[in-house]
């Protein structure tokens, strides 16, 4: 079942050796996917893949700062709760909760802080989005930079899709 999320946007600008993507907010949609009676990781993939957000994994969020340079990508929350720094080591913290879902731009770095032994994540991105592995070492830049720059919008929001609150934020409108 989808709610009408509380929307936070977060626009994060580079931060040494992590990008971020100063173009694109990050959107945290709180209490976004709710069930009856559990089932939240198959509601999520159900609802991404709904709206074109493909490559579904279940796991957690790595325990070091990390971005992405070649796609976008979806976090909703299936199980437990963590504390999530967005931005890098200078970034944001944000505590998150089952139902909740980050949508992050291309280049955003990410680090789980702590979280719950049953914390669970269903993540996913664009349709014909591969993604990469960056940790901010020495020589990832320029090149990230120019991947990132390169990335394409997805065609809906992963949750709502033609209408939800990405449309708006990241203009897909076009």
Known sequence: MLSVPEVQTRTFTGDGPFPNNPALPVLVLRRAVRTENG????????????????????????????????????????????????????????????????????????????????????????????????RGRPGERPDADRNIERVSLPSQDPVYGERGPLVEHWDLRA
């Open 39 to 134: 089932g939240v990781a198959r509601a999520l993939e159900r609802v991404f893949g709904a709206h074109e957000w493909r490559g579904h994994w279940r796991n957690g969020v790595f325990p070091y700062h990390h971005y992405h340079s070649t796609a976008h990508e979806v976090l909703g929350i299936a199980a437990g709760a963590a504390r999530i720094r967005l931005g890098g080591p200078e970034g944001d913290a944000f505590e998150v909760d089952v139902g909740d879902v980050l949508v992050l731009p291309a280049g955003v770095a990410h680090k789980n802080l702590d979280s719950e032994s049953d914390f669970l994540v269903v993540g996913a991105y664009p349709e014909g989005q591969d993604w990469d592995l960056k």
